[in-house]
């Protein structure tokens, strides 16, 4: 009697195994494979660093020359001078703590934090995320390309309150505004963990960061500064508008 037990005991544990087999085949089918991490494609590499040299050309000579074409023949090296120098300033800025005050990883909605401070923790091979979902490209030349908006926002300001400011203030100023306003806004507008980002904000070209950005700055700056000595009464036409 024990055997025959024994026996059918044994035929429904090989029934329901056979049963269960394709359930369990199944599942293990089902699991998930790890996705494969995003790789930079060559093309958009090339196609950021062309973007990136564009953006510079803007700057230099395109903004100094649009400028110095504005104002009177006596101010036009202080003009061409004050974009350079601040085009240099804001590059080396931007690698000391500039992309870290931005891009810096932080999980704060103003301030990106400390962690990227002279490039830490950047390599060849790191990598940025896009607009795109599942689109990166290399973190160098991410940098690139902020950079050069970082360069441009505070070189646009000037215009307005060109031929009234000291160079050394010019300077000053650049280094204090991007410091606790370019930074901070680029960092909310820009980064996945910025407050304007989280409210679903697209900045694709620097309509907030750098236009809005620099727009009020310069109609401030333009306000506390005044007229330029000598409004209305002498001779303030642009010395080359082919410039």
Known sequence: MQ?????????LGATATALMAPAIAFAQDAAPAAAAAPVPEKADTA???VATILVLFMILPG?????????????MLSVLM???????????????YGYSFAFGGGTGPYFGGFGKLFLSGVSLDSTSATFSQGVVIYEYTFIAF??????ITPALIIGAFAERVKFSAV??????WATFVYFPVAHMVWDANGLIFGMGALDFAG??????????AGLIGAIMVGKRTG?????????????
Not at 171 to 176: D, K, N, V
Not at 207 to 216: C, D, K, L, S
């Open 146 to 151: 902020q950079m050069t908006f970082a360069a």
């Open 63 to 75: 903004l100094a020359l649009f400028y110095g074409g504005l104002v009177r023949t006596k101010n």
């Open 82 to 96: 004050q974009c350079t120098v601040i085009t240099a300033v804001m590059m080396l800025i931007w690698v000391i």
């Open 207 to 216: 309509g907030t960061v750098v236009h809005i950005n620099a727009g009020i």
């Open 231 to 243: 409004f209305g009464k002498d001779m303030m036409a642009p010395h080359s508008m082919t410039l």
């Open 47 to 49: 196609f950021m660093y």
């Open 3 to 11: 055997l025959n037990k024994f026996l059918t005991l044994g035929k």
């Open 171 to 176: 300077i000053l100023f650049t280094i204090l």
